[in-house]
């Protein structure tokens, strides 16, 4: 009997990908009616918001990769980057553009490094941990004015966003650190002059770097509008509704109202849609409204994620320190945010 059910484990454990899959297929056509809709809505995110905000810094990137501005970086920032992060000077590039681009960006430079024989694979999977990061554009902008209607509390969690990968940076600076920091420079191909652009080969360059965007651009539609269905199924099917019942004891304890187990899971998986339910939940004490969206903006979701497995997947580059690093970095955050609120009087937004 006990051979029988580890049998019967083992075979779920082999087809569990599967059974999601066969699942996921029954799911849309068993919700179909409100599938279409939500496919719709995230292919309008994508096309309206996604596309204007990222496209532009992808080709930008992928444009300076083939200048010297790596180099500078790495002479000027060497001395901060490598005792900080233990990373050489090149990595400031990944860890400013990130920061400024938004998702998922740091991971596609870091993976672009790697590719290139500008770091070594420790130090890409350092990269990795901390630079993929949620941009300003979209916290200050969509979440602090569009979503909370207040630019104060968009700033200060763009502030302890950057604090918190800052933090994680520091902590993974010890990822794998007794591996030597050796490169093979004959394998370095953007470090090549031939690979620089000029006027002589502008076209030949912006058409490479334009095909590469466009690319990455479908990539991260095509798991906007994944995880707007998969949402939607988990909405229908009442899924959602079960989370909710299971965990609102453990709410009740920590005092916090059971009305944010369903954004913080859709959050979970897909930030945008997390979060703008959750600066819309009435709530006398603001600041967890604040605090949870943090830890969202710091974990990035699950489709983010996928998103950065699917860019790393081309390298040799492991995807745990970015899993470990996330998670990391949205408890940083979300501790962070708490402290500003409590120490300083004009961040404290509760009623």
């Not at 920061?99 to 590719?115: D, Q, V």
């Not at 690093?325 to 120490?343: E, P």
């Amino acid at each position: 009997m006990i051979l029988k059910r580890n049998f019967y484990v083992i075979k779920i454990k082999r087809n569990f990908l599967p059974i999601c899959f066969l699942l996921f297929t029954i799911g849309l056509l068993v919700f179909s009616k409100s599938n279409l809709p939500a496919i719709k809505s995230g292919l309008t995110l994508w096309a309206t918001s996604v596309i204007p905000s990222l496209f532009p810094f992808f080709v930008a990137t992928e444009l300076l990769m083939h200048t010297n501005i790596i180099n500078i970086f790495g002479k000027l920032l060497n001395k901060f980057m490598k005792p900080i992060f233990n990373i050489r000077g090149e990595g400031s590039f990944a860890f400013v553009m990130g920061l400024i681009s938004g998702y998922p960006i740091g991971a596609k430079i870091a993976t672009n490094f790697r590719k290139n024989n500008l770091c070594t694979k420790e130090e890409g999977e350092r990269l990795l941990s901390f630079t993929n990061n949620s941009g300003p554009l979209f916290i200050i902008g969509t979440v602090g004015i569009l979503m909370f209607k207040n630019v104060t509390i968009g700033f200060l969690l763009f502030i302890t966003h950057l604090l918190a990968c800052i933090t994680v940076g520091f902590i993974f600076r010890f990822w794998k650190k007794n591996v030597p920091n050796t490169l093979n420079p004959k394998n370095a191909n953007i470090n090549s002059s031939k690979n620089y652009v000029t006027l002589s080969n502008l076209g030949e360059i912006l058409a490479e770097s334009i095909n590469s965007s466009i690319s990455t651009l479908l990539l991260i539609g095509g798991f906007v509008v994944l995880f707007s269905s998969i949402i939607s199924i988990f909405k229908a099917s009442g899924i959602l509704n079960s989370v909710e019942l299971f965990f609102a004891p453990f709410f009740n304890l920590i005092n916090i109202d059971s009305a944010f187990i369903k954004p913080l899971f859709t959050g979970f998986l897909e930030i945008t849609n997390g979060i703008n339910v959750i600066s819309n939940i009435a709530c006398k004490k603001l600041s967890i409204n604040i605090i949870l969206s943090a830890f969202l903006l710091g974990f990035g979701g699950i489709s983010v994620l996928l998103q950065v497995f699917s860019i790393t997947s081309k390298s040799d580059l492991s995807i745990k320190p970015y899993i470990y690093g996330k998670l990391l970095q949205g408890i940083f955050a979300s501790f962070y945010t708490y402290i500003f609120l409590r120490v300083f009087p004009f961040f404290n937004f509760d009623l």
